[in-house]
Structure formats: structure tokens, C-alpha cells
């Protein structure tokens, strides 16, 4: 298409969609699917049917609080309706056309949950039709793009995205600007864009809210950043396990194709950008980029030593720029509105929002995006609703299984990359599991251990052996037949796999351990044989 | 071909651009121990056996598989370094079943002579004694599973020097093995052609020559009934 052509298609659809009396959005994104609302969808469409069409019924992205779903919106968030079944369709019509939300049904949405959130990466989830290209540009989408190919140069672009101050969200935070500048750097005349969409931490589900809610903002990220790198093939790296947001990817590819918002001589420019996707088979190490690389390449996903980085020598040996979903998915607010006004959310080493996914004890269950400085506290208590059932706050696991736990005594830590490393964990892909009271450090440590242990490649030595033998001595622990050598041992095995092994999963999972001994070390000891008996502070 | 110069162990070195860390030590007589390293054969940097500390970097790198650059300071052993590389071949000893006084290897064995140089005489880690079989299927040489490091180095040098790429690895973490073609039985495989290449490179006796004479399967046979007895009693 070329350049005015986006704005004659934004404005007809706009015309289009003001032509309706009303907008009811039907979340269809996995949670809420899980619970019928492609049914609820269908007989709110039925309802609206009856009526004449004056309002028109839409499957829109998640919403964010998955533990309420099903959930429906009426005009855009005016009114947010929850625990939605099929028989609500026509009380929720003729509320519509009484002007009387139906009470019973009605989640207030001026609670800190919502007011509290900023809304960068998921500004369009719950607005818009993820599966019609045209919901995403009536709201300004692909024009990111055209700005890029038609405005800027390259290096522009790539200026604008370090001066941002952008850090890749896949978990390291590493400057997303210097990444691609060093990939466009690189003399090659193939180079690849890669999106890292195999998310498989437990507890975590950012990425896929994103691939399910909004596709369109992922592949007008990868577009610029292949014409800021030079790239003209990307390649969508997600797994099988997720057939909805692969479902949606899909379809927003075919749809950018036909519009020709993907493809040759994009917006009339010589910038030629094709992106395919390719499957994980579920494995946690996939995710990590040299193992990825190699699962494209159609061998065993095990990750190698680097250097080389992809940057250098990725897929087929080429340069390769790999970021996570949530990181292509701040590009395009970043080239609309500039590096300026990204820069002044969040903090200043940590800028921007990030997206969380708030799971265990916590009242509110679900997705939220929040500026980075936000406190600990304001996610637990204002925004997650804080515990329920009477229960106090323990602590909260951030990073999963590479990452760990931060107590009580740390509520007003300012989540950024920096602090939460300070206090021995990590910012990670955004799982908080929250604990109460009632949880057992010690047990904590053995389920994440357990996972890093059967997800371990099992290539190299310290993680593959390692992390079996540190999970035996925490069972061992758990059943109270350790003695302190024991627990000398497990810290003994945590240092050197943290140190030694090749890559990113064993080199973080002693980390569960070593923060659970760093805040409750005494929950260790009471389980020994040779307990100490408790000094009195 | 530029040279280069590095700081080994506080020694002022010089080197070819492009070599590793190893090499360079190797040249210059400083010991790093190696497991799955082997000369002519990709680096994969897989046993860590080989890690050294890297003043400006962070944490650890494998000698095996890191290139020399211009002013590397290199420790190759420091005393974390030496506890590090104790605790990884004490890992080993404890996840496979390996009885030298049985092993048609005994004396001629890599990860013997590396507990020996390293000062590896116990440990404090639990045996796993895991369940692992043994693989006679082929005519003339033995697979057994025992033994087995997973080093990979049957698996590159069938890929890389004979090309048949007979040995893949199977399953994750501590239940990975390297396996025959699809898993089958060795003595079935289409592709071995039968060099015993794999044989040649294998650090321990897990992939061993079968013997001329009846001697040898005897000895095979008392080691599968010791081991199955030490499981017997494990239980
Ligand atoms: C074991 C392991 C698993 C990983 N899984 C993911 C993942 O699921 N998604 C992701 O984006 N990055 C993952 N990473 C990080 C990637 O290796 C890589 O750093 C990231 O995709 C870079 O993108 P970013 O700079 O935008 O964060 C993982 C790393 C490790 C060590
Ligand atoms: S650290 Fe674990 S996952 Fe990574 S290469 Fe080693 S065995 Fe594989
Ligand atoms: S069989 Fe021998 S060469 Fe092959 S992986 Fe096992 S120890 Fe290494
Ligand atoms: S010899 Fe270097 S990692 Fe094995």
C-alpha cells in the first residue's frame, strides 16, 4: 500500500465502527476462552442481531483481570462486566438500550486496579479485534512503520530506540538500542530478525496476552527493527503450545500481506519484509536465543557457548537480532511518540512499563502493565488487591525459576531492573507468584528446582547433574533428615552451577535457593537434624 | 596471521589470532583440564571442567571454546577454580555407575587420570546408581551406558569424521543419552559403518572393543551381575 492509503483505510474504518450505537468486546483471549466466551460472543452477535445491527459485537484481547473471565466491555472500558455466561446476553442488550449497566455483573473499573496502570504495550488489548487488521489501524496502526521508511533513516531509527532507553524484556534487560546497533553494523548481506515468543516460565503468560491481544503491534515492531538492521526475513519463534496466539499471528500475517503492509516495496519504499513463524516444541530451554537458533535450524535445541553472539553469528551463521515479544511490542510507541516520552516513564536506567503476570495469593489474578519505579507494594496491595482469606504477605517470586523471592521487609523496593537484582533477584519475563504465611520457603525452592531440573538440557555438567543432586538434597531437607553438611553441600553445588554452567538456565537455578536462604535461612535450619537451637534476637 | 598478547596466570604470552584460551595454555605448558574437548573435533564447551576466570568478565568461560583476544588477563586456576572443578567431577562419579576395578578401562581411562590430577579421591555427593543399559547388539564393539559421560565425543566425531552420524543424544537433563539412529539397537543401525571411530575417542570404557576371546564377556558379564547386586543393595 502506499503511504495515504493507511490514512484512507483508518478513516473508513473509523467511520465504520462510529456508525454503531455500541461496542461490546468479548474477551477471547485464552483464560476467558477456556470459559465459553466464544459461546457468550455468539449470543450477545445473536441479541445484537435481533436488534438490527446497531451494535456490533466483537472478539477483543485480554483485559487483564483473567481470574474475573469471562469479561465483556461495553465502549471500550465504559462498563466492564464480569463472570459473563451465554444466559447474560440479552439482560446485558437491554441494558444497553435502557442506559442501566446490569449491576450484578459490574466490576468497578475506577479501582486501582485499572487507574493505576499505564497502558503502553497493552494499550489496544480489550479495544480492538485482534483478529482484523483494520480495528488496528483505525487506532493508528502500521503508521510506526510508514514514519520509519518514509521519515527516518536506519540510524535515526536505531537512535531514537537507544535513546529510548528501551532494555530487552525477555528477562537480561540488555539495551535494546545497542542490540541493534551492533546487528546493523554487522557486513552481511542476509541478516534475520528474530521474535522470541517461547515463554515458558510457570506463571507466566505476558507474551502470549500479547501475541493473542494485539499480533499487528509485534509485526510492525520486527518490520522496523529489520529496516533499522537491515534485515529483510524475520521469523516468529513460538510454542506449540500456544495455538491461539499462533492462530492470531498467522492471520495478522496473511492480512498484512494482502494490504501489503508485509512483503515487497513496503509503503512504496525499497524495504522488502516477509515474516514466517516457526514452532517450539515446548522445551523451557528453547527459549533461550543459541538454542532457539538451533531449533530453527531444525536441530536439537541445546544452547551453545557464546560468543559468538547471534548478533555476529545467529541463524545460518548470520547476523541475527533476537528480541523477546513484549520488547518488539514497545517499538512502535516508541517511533510514534518519540524516545522523550518513553523515557519519562519509569525510572532512568529502567524506562518504560513492563507487563506482569500477578499469580498465587493474591486477590487479583491476572495481567498488568505497570510504569517501571512502580513499588512492590502498589502491585501487591493497590493493584493485585492484596491477599486474600485473612492471610499476610510473605513474599513474591519474580523471574520464575531463574529468579527469586522478595519478603516483606523489601515491599518498597522500586521495581526496576537494578533494585530487584540488588536483593538477589531478577526483573525476569514477569512472573510475580505471590505467597502468603502459609508457604514453605524451603518447598518453594524444591518446586522451582524441580522444574529447572527436568527442563535442563542436560549438555553441560554442573546444570544437568547439578541441579538433580540439588534437588534430591532439598527433598532430603524437606524430610528432615539433613544434617548441616548437607546444607553445606546444596550451597557449595549452588555456587559452582551458578558459576560454570553454559548457559542462562543453570547459571540462574541455584538462584530460587540462594535467595530463600538469603531471607529464611532459619526455615532451613529448623529442618536439619543438627538444628541449631534458635538464638533470640 | 596477527599475533596477539595475553596475560596467563600473570605470565606475559604471546599467540596466534584465533586461538583458544586451551591452545594457547597447551603451548605454554599451563594445565587446564578437558573432558569433552578433543583435538580435531568441534568445541561444544559442555563438561565446564575447562573453565578459567576472565578478569573483566563475568562469571566463568571455557577454555576449550573461548578465542584469545588482545590484553586477556587469564587465571586458569585459582582455588575456585579447583573447587569448582572437583565438584564437577565428583558430579560425575555419582550420576554414572563407574566400578574401575570391573571397567575394561581401568588404568586407561580419562576421567580416572582427570580424578588423579584434579585431587578427586571421594565425595561428599549422593550415588544416583541409575538403571542404564548396555548395548551388545554389534558385532564387534559394546555400548555401556554405565559409563557413559555424555561427553558427546562419539556423537561429533561419527558426525564430523566419518560422517554417518550414527550416536544423537535422547531426552533432557539427567535422563539424556546418546543412542543409536532412531534408538535402536547398534547392531541393527544402517548407518554404522562399522570404523569404530567412537570406540577410539570415548574418554571412559563406555564404548569399549569386544574382545577376541571368551575372557572379555566373561569379565562383561561378572560387572553386569556386580552392579545389578550393588543396585540389589542400593534398594
Ligand atoms: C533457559 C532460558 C530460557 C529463556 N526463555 C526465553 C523466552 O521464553 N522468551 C524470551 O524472550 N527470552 C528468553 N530467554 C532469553 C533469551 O535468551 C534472549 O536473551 C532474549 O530473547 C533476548 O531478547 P530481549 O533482549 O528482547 O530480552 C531465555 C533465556 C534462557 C537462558
Ligand atoms: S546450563 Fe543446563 S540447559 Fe544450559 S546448556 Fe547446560 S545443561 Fe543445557
Ligand atoms: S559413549 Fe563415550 S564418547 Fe560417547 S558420550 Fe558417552 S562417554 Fe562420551
Ligand atoms: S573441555 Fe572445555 S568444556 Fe569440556
Redesign the interface.
Known amino acids: 500500500m502506499e503511504s495515504h492509503e493507511l490514512d484512507e483505510l483508518a478513516a473508513r474504518e473509523r467511520t465504520r465502527q462510529g456508525d454503531y450505537h455500541h461496542q461490546i468486546g468479548v474477551c477471547v483471549g485464552s483464560g476467558c476462552a477456556s470459559s465459553r466466551s466464544p459461546q457468550i460472543r455468539a449470543a450477545l452477535e445473536a441479541e445484537a442481531k435481533k436488534h438490527g445491527h446497531a451494535c456490533r459485537v466483537k472478539g477483543v484481547g485480554c483485559m487483564g483481570l483473567c481470574g474475573a473471565g469471562p469479561m465483556v466491555s461495553v465502549d471500550d472500558d465504559e462498563v466492564l462486566y464480569q463472570h459473563v455466561s451465554e444466559s447474560d446476553a440479552t439482560r446485558i442488550y437491554a441494558g444497553l438500550e435502557k442506559g442501566e449497566p446490569v449491576e450484578d455483573l459490574v466490576i468497578a473499573n475506577d479501582t486501582p486496579f485499572f487507574t493505576k496502570q499505564v497502558r503502553v504495550v497493552r494499550r489496544n488489548a480489550g479495544k480492538i479485534d485482534p483478529d482484523r487488521i483494520e480495528d488496528y489501524i483505525a487506532e493508528g496502526g502500521y503508521s510506526a512503520l510508514r514514519k520509519a521508511l518514509t521519515e527516518m533513516t536506519p540510524e535515526e531509527v536505531i537512535d531514537e530506540v537507544r535513546t529510548s532507553g528501551l532494555r530487552g524484556r525477555g528477562g537480561a534487560g540488555y539495551p535494546t538500542g545497542l542490540k541493534w546497533s551492533t546487528v546493523s553494523k554487522m557486513k552481511s548481506p542476509q541478516k534475520y530478525v528474530i521474535c522470541n515468543g517461547d515463554e515458558g516460565d510457570p506463571g507466566a503468560f505476558m507474551d502470549r496476552s500479547v501475541m493473542e491481544s494485539d499480533p499487528h503491534l509485534i509485526l510492525e515492531g520486527m518490520a522496523i527493527a529489520g529496516y533499522a538492521i537491515g534485515a529483510t526475513q524475520g521469523y516468529i519463534y513460538v510454542r506449540a503450545e500456544y495455538p491461539l496466539a499462533i492462530e492470531r499471528l498467522k492471520n495478522a500475517i496473511k492480512q498484512a500481506r494482502k494490504y501489503e503492509l508485509l512483503g515487497e516495496n513496503i509503503f512504496g519504499t525499497d524495504f522488502d519484509f516477509s515474516i514466517e513463524i516457526r514452532l517450539g516444541a515446548g522445551a523451557f530451554v528453547c527459549g533461550e536465543e543459541t538454542a532457539l537458533i538451533a531449533s530453527i535450524e531444525g536441530k536439537r535445541g541445546s544452547p551453545r557457548p557464546r560468543p559468538p553472539y547471534p548478533a555476529e553469528s545467529g541463524l545460518w551463521g548470520k547476523p541475527t537480532l533476537i528480541n523477546n515479544v513484549e520488547t518488539f511490542a514497545n517499538i512502535t510507541a516508541i517511533i510514534e511518540k518519540g524516545s522523550a516520552w518513553f523515557s519519562s516513564i519509569g525510572t532512568e536506567k529502567s524506562t518504560g512499563t513492563k507487563i506482569f503476570a500477578l499469580s498465587g495469593k493474591i486477590t487479583n489474578i491476572g495481567l498488568i502493565e505497570v510504569p517501571m519505579g512502580i513499588s512492590l507494594g502498589e502491585i501487591i496491595y493497590d493493584i493485585g488487591g492484596g491477599i486474600p482469606d485473612g492471610h499476610e504477605f510473605k513474599a513474591v517470586q519474580t523471574g520464575g525459576p531463574s529468579g527469586g523471592c522478595i519478603p516483606a521487609v523489601h515491599l518498597e523496593v522500586s521495581v526496576d531492573y537494578e533494585s530487584l537484582k540488588a536483593l538477589g533477584s531478577i526483573m525476569g519475563s514477569g512472573g510475580m507468584i505471590v505467597m502468603d504465611d502459609t508457604a514453605s520457603m524451603v518447598e518453594v525452592a524444591h518446586y522451582f528446582m524441580e522444574f529447572s531440573k527436568s527442563e535442563s538440557c542436560g549438555k553441560c555438567i554442573p546444570c544437568r547433574v547439578g541441579t538433580a543432586q540439588m534437588y534430591d538434597l532439598l527433598a532430603l531437607i524437606i524430610s528432615g533428615e539433613a544434617t548441616s553438611a548437607d546444607l553445606q553441600l546444596l550451597e557449595d553445588l549452588c555456587e559452582m552451577v551458578r558459576d560454570t554452567s553454559l548457559c542462562g538456565l543453570g547459571q540462574s537455578a541455584p538462584n530460587p535457593v540462594l535467595s530463600t536462604l538469603r531471607y529464611f535461612r532459619e526455615e532451613y535450619e529448623a529442618l536439619l537434624v543438627d538444628a541449631k537451637p534458635v538464638e533470640a534476637k | 596471521m596477527s599475533v596477539k598478547t595475553l596475560k596467563m596466570d600473570g605470565k606475559d604470552l604471546s599467540a596466534r589470532e584465533g586461538d583458544t584460551i586451551l591452545q594457547v595454555a597447551e603451548e605454554n605448558n599451563i594445565y587446564i583440564p578437558t573432558l569433552c574437548h578433543l583435538d580435531g573435533l568441534a568445541?561444544?564447551?559442555?563438561?565446564?571442567?575447562c573453565?578459567v576466570e576472565i578478569k573483566g568478565r563475568r562469571?566463568?568461560?571455557?577454555a576449550c571454546?573461548?578465542?584469545i583476544e588482545e590484553g586477556m588477563e587469564v587465571v586458569t586456576n585459582s582455588e575456585?577454580l579447583q573447587?569448582?572443578r572437583r565438584?564437577?567431577l565428583e558430579?560425575?562419579f555419582?550420576?554414572g555407575n563407574h566400578v574401575c576395578a570391573v571397567c575394561v578401562s581401568n588404568r586407561h581411562c580419562d576421567l580416572q587420570d582427570l580424578a588423579v590430577k584434579v585431587g578427586m579421591n571421594y565425595t561428599?555427593?549422593?550415588y544416583?546408581a541409575p538403571v542404564r543399559d548396555m548395548d551388545l547388539s554389534h558385532e564387534r564393539f559394546g555400548f555401556d551406558g554405565n559409563r557413559c559421560?555424555?561427553c558427546t565425543r562419539c556423537v561429533r566425531v561419527c558426525d564430523e569424521i566419518e560422517g554417518a552420524h550414527t550416536w544423537?543424544?535422547r531426552?533432557?537433563?539427567?535422563?539424556?543419552s546418546v543412542i543409536t539412529d532412531l534408538d535402536q539397537p547398534w547392531g541393527e543401525s544402517l548407518t554404522c559403518t562399522s570404523c569404530g571411530k567412537c570406540v577410539q575417542v570415548c574418554p571412559t570404557g563406555a564404548l569399549f572393543q569386544k574382545g577376541k576371546s571368551a575372557a572379555e564377556m566373561v569379565k562383561q558379564a561378572t560387572f553386569v551381575t556386580y552392579l545389578k547386586s550393588m543396585r540389589e543393595s542400593k534398594k
Open positions: 568445541d561444544v564447551g559442555a563438561c565446564r571442567l573453565v562469571g566463568f568461560q571455557p571454546s573461548t578465542v575456585t573447587k569448582y565438584l564437577i558430579l560425575l555419582v550420576e561428599r555427593l549422593a544416583r559421560v555424555l544423537d543424544v531426552g533432557r537433563g539427567i535422563e539424556a
